[in-house]
């Protein structure tokens, strides 16, 4: 590490993803830890699902039961609420294109709301596949609601929102979280050690 | 931790599984630095298969590449050599049989069976899915190459083999490695170190 603020972290998740809830979390320490940009980037994991042939964790037998297990375990080892929805998994694209809305006009503001979705899903078992959820949600940072809806219904935005889970797919991204740390992929929530390692050690 | 070498750290894999391979070396050091235990339980992960509708890592799209790159990470990382079957993956059932007909004879050498076949699979990309390699193999540790190939073909030991494929399932295992701390399920090479902090705290 140079100490430069160059470095990014890419964050490829599914504002359904339990994994990227936990996920997000322990990213906000290691970015703040390193002077790491995350870049956010929520797409579809069902567009992934597509060409791999998985199923979501909740609707595979014995995955769903270690998850719901491990979750638990790991709420209380990061100490964070963890509350599931009783549909969980919600499809979460007005979530998703309400954050590349955002995304357009602050950054910044674009990675709290990714944040505040994600605790607003899994503290507080909100619908965040509900729109009315989401207007509601990105009202808090300092936009109208009509603004919010008409952006989440923009054909431009859906056709982004579209593109960035085609990219996802099209850079090798199957699951959630997902991360490129300087163009090395890693894959999941206990991988963030690991990416500590090669960041600090330049690769290996 | 109370001192008494009475823990012991259940391994469920499969012969034929990357993952296994690096994590029976992780494994291997962190049981030896905890006086642990190892309960060799090797199983086929295709059965598993069957109840998840899962495909093995290298006939998934994505993940295949990522897989490939990540073993070779690992690799480099774990000092370990590292080379793929040219038709990975093996259906490694005659190893298995052996494992549990070497397993009634001793368990100990049953052990250091388990990690050179998952050695010889993956350093020296040998067939560990054909009957002739495995018996070559089992010779080297007391046992005469008749005697191997009678008890793989025995219907007691082929009996006894399914019934650990169906244990595996009827305990939750999905994967390969899976591992079981005092009965704590931990699923993944990438768990290991949180499966010490769970050892060390004696849970959360």
Redesign the interface.
């Known amino acids: 590490m140079d100490g430069q603020d160059e470095h990014c972290v890419e964050f490829w998740f599914d504002f359904a993803s339990g994994y990227a809830y936990f996920g997000a979390h322990d990213l906000l320490n290691f970015a703040k830890r390193y002077s790491l940009r995350i870049v956010w980037r929520p797409f579809m994991l069902g567009s ?1 699902f597509k ?5 979501g964790l909740s609707s ?4 769903a ?2 998850a719901k ?2 979750w638990a ?1 790991l709420a ?2 990061q100490n964070l609420p963890f509350t599931l929805h009783d549909e969980h998994p919600r499809i979460t694209l007005p979530a998703m294109r309400a954050f590349y809305w955002i995304e357009r006009r602050s950054v910044e503001v674009a990675g709290h709301f990714a944040l505040a979705t994600l605790n607003a899903y899994f503290q507080d078992a909100r619908d965040m596949g509900d729109l009315d959820a989401v207007v509601e949600l990105g009202s808090n940072f300092g936009f109208q609601k009509d603004q919010i809806r008409r952006g989440v219904n923009d054909p431009e935005i859906k056709a982004l929102a579209r593109a960035k889970s085609e990219e996802a ?1 099209a850079r ?3 699951g959630s979280p997902f991360f490129f740390l300087e163009g090395e ?1 890693f ?2 929530w ?2 963030i ?2 990416m500590e ?1 090669w960041l600090v050690e330049e690769g ?1």
Chains 1, 2 share one sequence.
């Open positions: 992934a060409v791999t042939g998985a199923t595979t037998p014995l995955k039961e270690y297990h491990d375990r209380r080892l797919i090798g991204v199957f992929p894959w999941g206990d991988r050690p690991l390692k290996w």
